[in-house]
């Protein structure tokens, strides 16, 4: 089951294996509990698409926050990855993936009329463009830009700090600052 893991190999999920069956039963029992719970309390925010108890996620419900931007990330490893910088106080919305070659049915998925919605909805005035500098990433990107030009809000890309063809979750916090403060209008 480890093995099925992102990132988790078979000798890696072998050690975790062998390192629970060392551990005595409560340990055990409390860890089940834990993974449980987990998947149990947890969902996708209402608003944004991150991780969330309860509804909405701590972000969205963090009244010190800028309600009035939005950056769209791709996924909430993302969202973790900016917050670490501590130097963004804007909202996210998480698409949930990217354009790339999908069936219709996975496009619609993305999560891209709901961000439409939300920046008709609320006071937006800036939409930071946070998708990663893949292929995918551009093109999702590029056909945002499309769909938010009519609009009337402010749309702003990371600056190229960040590594094309990179991930954004594997970006150091430094990187990330500079591409959040050297964002460029498109």
């Not at 990132?7 to 409390?30: C, H, T, W």
């Amino acid at each position: 089951m480890f093995a099925s893991l992102p990132s988790i190999g078979p000798k890696m999920a072998e050690r975790l294996v062998l390192y629970l069956f060392k551990q005595d039963q409560s340990f055990v029992d409390n860890f089940a509990r834990a993974m449980y719970d987990f998947r149990a309390n947890l969902s996708f925010c209402k608003r944004c698409f991150h991780i969330a108890e309860n509804g909405l996620c701590d972000i969205c419900k963090n009244k010190n926050r800028d309600n009035t931007v939005i950056c769209v990330v791709e996924n909430p490893l993302d969202v973790i990855a900016i917050e670490k910088t501590k130097n963004y106080n804007g909202l996210y919305h998480v698409l949930g993936g990217v354009l790339s070659v999908m069936t219709e049915g996975e496009i619609k998925n993305l999560k891209i009329n709901e961000l439409l919605e939300r920046i008709k909805n609320e006071k937006t005035k800036e939409v930071i463009l946070a998708t990663n500098p893949t292929t995918d990433g551009e093109t999702t990107a590029l056909y945002l830009v499309r769909k938010l030009k009519p609009l009337n809000v402010k749309i702003t890309r990371l600056a190229r700090g960040l590594q094309t063809g990179g991930d954004i979750e594997y970006a150091d916090e430094i990187t990330l600052s500079s591409s959040l403060e050297g964002r460029k209008e498109l």
